[in-house]
């Protein structure tokens, strides 16, 4: 568990997900955001004739979703009510109560949990919002990683 000291209560918050899991899954999901629209689905053209433009189109056969999708369902249920309480609480949805935020999404929890995160066209903004209304950030985590 992550321990850490809320800036704006004082007091001792815990996160079942370690801070590295959460800033990882915001830069898969920014990945995944930042795909273009589908051009030209089937165009036959060579991939190094055309710049291996395709890379960066949204197409359904993507594997950017697929691990976004399999790291989210592959962490345990702790983790996941973790990760929908820091989307609800960086939407504004709830106050700045981790406790309660995290209270609703452990009884909102289900098996759909990935698809729901990832059917959020925001879901690393969202993240990096809860993050910092716990004062937290991925700015060391990014430095490291980019």
């Known amino acids: 568990m992550t321990r850490f000291s809320r800036q704006t209560a004082g007091d001792d918050t815990e996160l079942s997900i370690p801070l590295e899991k959460v800033c990882f899954i915001i830069m898969k999901a920014r990945e995944f955001d930042a795909k273009d629209v589908e051009t030209e689905p089937a165009s036959g053209s060579n991939p190094a004739d055309d710049h291996e433009i395709g890379v960066l189109e949204d197409r359904p ?3 950017s979703l697929d691990e976004l999708n399999s790291l989210i369902s592959d962490l345990s ?3 996941q009510i973790d ?3 820091l989307v609800w609480l960086g939407r504004d949805e709830y106050p700045d109560d981790w406790e309660s935020v995290r209270a609703a999404a452990a ?3 289900n ?3 990935a698809d729901y995160l990832t059917g959020n066209p925001l879901l690393a903004d969202h993240l990096s919002d809860g993050l910092s209304i716990l004062g937290l950030s991925c700015a060391d985590y990014e430095l490291k990683h980019l």
Do not use: F, G, M, Q
Request: negative net charge; proline residues 7%.
């Open 61 to 63: 056969d993507d594997p």
């Open 77 to 79: 249920v702790d983790e």
């Open 83 to 85: 990760l929908v309480a």
């Open 107 to 109: 009884d909102a929890h």
């Open 111 to 113: 098996e759909h949990t």
